[in-house]
């Protein structure tokens, strides 16, 4: 798959084949392609100006520049050079790939002194001109970059190699124009990584890793273990894709629902700026008794499609523990760049995958904020007229709370549901209340009056694998679950041959 080498100078050399009865002996003619380009490091071969005839790519780490050598047919072949960015810091790596899937093979570097990869989308023409593009600013010491379609959805996503950070991402391609990226970090804490590439190491169909670093003196390769998103499709028609962070799976797009899973109208839902065209990339706002379908019990499923619900405080609580903390988790949920975002879009790198976008909301008077905030609803009431909910904002990183008015109008995001193996034929909703909830040690259930004892207890964590099980003798008896981890957890009831089942946190 790679087509690097590296010279002094550019220089081709021909492979000669001279036969000898059943021996072959090979030989080169060396063809001098440019004497005067500042420092080569990285070289790649790709047609780029679609002529059917391979053109040279170099990077000119002395130089600072990206340029590339046009084939020209002839005996001998001759070159002509032209410039694709001749400010690009230490330039040491290129390659090449369709990254925005026009027909037209674009090119990909690393700058080593700038810390930076990007990409020149090719414009095509006559004489062909360049625009670039950032993949990602900050990568210190960037020393290789490659095309590579590692998620098998049919557009190419991009590997880098950060020298200084001791890191080899991966960076996603949203498949859209301005091409929009989200970074996946394969290894971390690789001391002195330089290299990688890419095949399908282990013949099963997914494309494997392979990289090495020299400060670690280690050669390691990478399993990919692809797994493929499910996507949800709710009753007006709209597809939604889904990401795995930590041990919860969120919907990637805001909400577009006009009608709620059984077919009936949602009556408080809105576009920003009563305009449609903002809906296809920022979703609806809804009121919080619209989005919960007029519910008030934490974790309904609202407006979410069927297996969804609207996400609880401790929910959105254990994505921002999940990502760091609050202070940075709202960095790794927000889409990159500016397309969406207000400048300076402050820490957004989207290495969670969530791709928060600026939807803005209603107060009690008007529209404000798009392009500013991501706001969501949790389903988590605090009063009769306030409940809370996170928001995400252009100028800092943070993930935030807030406890505010139902009425005004915010984004939908949705979680889906824990599914735990219990038998769902026998299940009884609120047969059971614990308590304390949240609880630090131990907690204490409420059954009916007229049960049998003793009542086996299962609790779930929020994969829905099984923690715990306890027996409960008597109506005095509590459960001690101090040894579990914080978090949401759910607690099923075996009563007389049917489960019943009730939420609860630990702190």
Known sequence: MKKIKQFVVLILLINVF??????????FNIHTVDNNFAGPAGIYISDLNNDNRPDIICAGADANTIAWWQNIEGQPITWSRQTIDNDFGTAIYVSAGDIDGDGL???LGASWGDHELAWWRNEGGLITSWTKYVIKSLFTKAHEIMPCDLDDDGDLDVLGVSAGLGIISWFENDGQFPVGWTQHNIV????????V?????????DID?????????EIRWYENDLVNLETVTDYDGNIYHTVVIGNQTWLKENLKSLHYPDGSEITEVWAYDDDEANVETYGRLYTWDGAMNYSTLEGSQGV???GWHIPTDSEWTE????????NVAGGKLKETGTEHWLSPNTGATNESGFTALPGGEYDDTHYQLLHEYAVMWSSTETSGTYCKYRYLAYNDEALHTYNYYKDFRYSVRCIKNIVTGIDDQGYIEKMIKVSPNPVNDFLSIRFPDKICYPVRIDIYDVTGKLVQTANVNTIDDRVCVSNLHKGLYLLSANIDGKNSIEKFVKK
């Open 18 to 27: 001279c036969i000898y009865g059943q021996s072959q002996d090979i030989s």
């Open 105 to 107: 093979t674009d090119v």
């Open 188 to 195: 971390t804490g690789f001391n002195g990584a330089r290299s």
């Open 197 to 205: 590439d890419a095949d399908d190491i282990d013949s099963d169909g």
């Open 209 to 217: 890793l392979v990289c090495g670093g020299n400060s670690a003196n």
């Open 304 to 306: 979410c499609p069927d």
């Open 319 to 326: 994505l921002g523990t999940f990502l760091g903390g609050n």
